[in-house]
């Protein structure tokens, strides 16, 4: 089990970590932050999230800050 | 639980990054980052850095950074080194500074042998002031100044700078990585370590290509723009490593 901490005043929407994610746990969300940008957020009800930061390598405004497992 | 993934020492705290949506400027930075983290160089680390989107970043890195005319980062980087031999040095250019305003300059510090690292971030295109025709272009591509794309009669070919510096001398490592998928993530940052070990020992100038994207200039959205670097660019700019004269290497 795993979590990840998204830090949304960087996100630009890229959505790249929308791709990435094996388990499909980054999702569009409809808020937007102070860009003005739809952010993405991180639903793990399931406690799918192994951990494997490929989110937040392939994140380019390192708006996922930490990755835990 | 344990921590496996965080941002790194060397970014300077609360610095939000700059570029458009989806560039690769950013993750190019985080590994050079990670780099200087884990080699324990960042207080001795001196960045000459260049003209276009690579300048800013001297606003995220918490190192010293000197501003370069556009394409002097090596001319400038040679000075540092020479006057403070025990500093590491590196410059971060994109490639209409490094292999088109600068070339010259790039290319005797490559025959000079100096002892300083390089990292040349290609997007095919001038991203900054609008996406013009630049010496990376690939074959066919259209750009804002090259409307039916580049062809070999009046643009001639694009330059390919991971192989010719491998040709020099004084050139120790020479390495072409991209940043698409997460296996060439981490090989990028294999490379750009290489890079800077090869001056810590002395041996030569470490130079990196890093394939990367220009989603705005290239109207594409992010995911299609790796894409294209995938399919497309590594077949103009294959992958690999070009040089190494580090010991193990070929």
Same mark, same amino acid.
């Given at each position: 089990?795993?979590?990840?901490?998204?830090?949304?005043?960087?996100?630009?929407?890229?959505?790249?970590?929308?791709?990435?994610?094996?388990?499909?746990?980054?999702?569009?969300?409809?808020?937007?932050?102070?860009?003005?940008?739809?952010?993405?957020?991180?639903?793990?009800?399931?406690?799918?999230?192994?951990?494997?930061?490929?989110?937040?390598?392939?994140?380019?405004?390192?708006?996922?800050?930490?990755?835990?497992? | 639980?344990?921590?496996?993934?965080?941002?790194?020492?060397?970014?300077?705290?609360?610095?939000?990054?700059?570029?458009?949506?989806? &560039?690769?400027?950013?993750?190019?930075?985080?590994?050079?980052?990670?780099?200087?983290?884990?080699?324990?160089?960042?207080?001795?680390?001196? &960045?000459?850095?260049?003209?276009?989107?690579?300048?800013?970043?001297?606003? $995220?890195?918490?190192?010293?950074?000197?501003?370069?005319?556009?394409?002097?980062?090596?001319?400038?980087?040679?000075?540092?080194?020479?006057?403070?031999?025990?500093?590491?040095?590196?410059?971060?250019?994109?490639?209409?500074? $490094?292999?088109?305003?600068?070339?010259?300059?790039?290319?005797?510090?490559?025959?000079?042998?100096?002892?300083?690292?390089?990292?040349?971030?290609?997007?095919?295109?001038?991203?900054?002031?609008?996406?013009?025709?630049?010496?990376?272009?690939?074959?066919?591509?259209?750009?804002?100044?090259?409307?039916?794309?580049?062809?070999?009669?009046?643009?001639?070919?694009?330059?390919?700078?991971?192989?010719?510096?491998?040709?020099?001398?004084?050139?120790?490592?020479?390495?072409?990585?991209?940043?698409?998928?997460?296996?060439?993530?981490?090989?990028?940052?294999?490379?750009?370590?290489?890079?800077?070990?090869?001056?810590?020992?002395?041996?030569?100038?470490?130079?990196?290509?890093?394939?990367?994207? &220009?989603?705005?200039?290239?109207?594409?959205?992010?995911?299609?723009?790796?894409?294209?670097?995938?399919?497309?660019?590594?077949?103009? $700019?294959?992958?690999?490593?070009?040089?190494?004269?580090?010991?193990?290497?070929?």
């Amino acid at each position: 089990m795993g979590k990840i901490v998204i830090d949304n005043s960087r996100c630009k929407s890229c959505y790249i970590c929308t791709e990435t994610c094996p388990k499909n746990l980054i999702k569009k969300s409809n808020k937007t932050n102070r860009l003005g940008d739809y952010m993405v957020e991180f639903e793990d009800s399931r406690g799918e999230c192994i951990g494997c930061a490929m989110c937040a390598k392939r994140c380019p405004d390192m708006a996922i800050t930490e990755v835990w497992r | 639980m344990q921590q496996v993934f965080s941002i790194p020492k060397s970014i300077k705290k609360d610095s939000k990054y700059t570029f458009c949506p989806g &560039c690769d400027h950013g993750i190019a930075i985080r590994l050079l980052c990670e780099v200087i983290d884990e080699l324990g160089i960042q207080d001795k680390s001196i &960045c000459a850095t260049s003209i276009g989107c690579s300048v800013f970043l001297y606003d $995220f890195i918490d190192v010293d950074c000197i501003e370069a005319p556009h394409g002097r980062a090596l001319a400038e980087a040679t000075g540092v080194k020479r006057a403070c031999p025990d500093k590491v040095v590196f410059t971060y250019q994109g490639d209409g500074d $490094f292999a088109s305003i600068g070339l010259a300059e790039s290319m005797h510090a490559a025959f000079r042998g100096e002892r300083v690292t390089a990292l040349m971030l290609n997007n095919t295109t001038y991203g900054m002031t609008g996406g013009q025709h630049g010496p990376t272009t690939m074959m066919g591509q259209i750009t804002t100044t090259s409307p039916t794309g580049r062809n070999r009669d009046y643009y001639g070919y694009p330059a390919k700078m991971a192989e010719q510096l491998a040709l020099i001398d004084g050139c120790a490592y020479s390495a072409r990585v991209a940043l698409d998928s997460i296996p060439h993530i981490n090989e990028a940052k294999n490379a750009i370590k290489k890079a800077f070990q090869v001056q810590l020992s002395g041996i030569g100038l470490g130079f990196v290509e890093i394939l990367s994207t &220009c989603p705005t200039n290239w109207k594409m959205t992010p995911e299609e723009a790796h894409v294209r670097v995938r399919t497309d660019m590594v077949k103009t $700019f294959p992958l690999g490593v070009f040089k190494d004269l580090s010991e193990g290497g070929k």
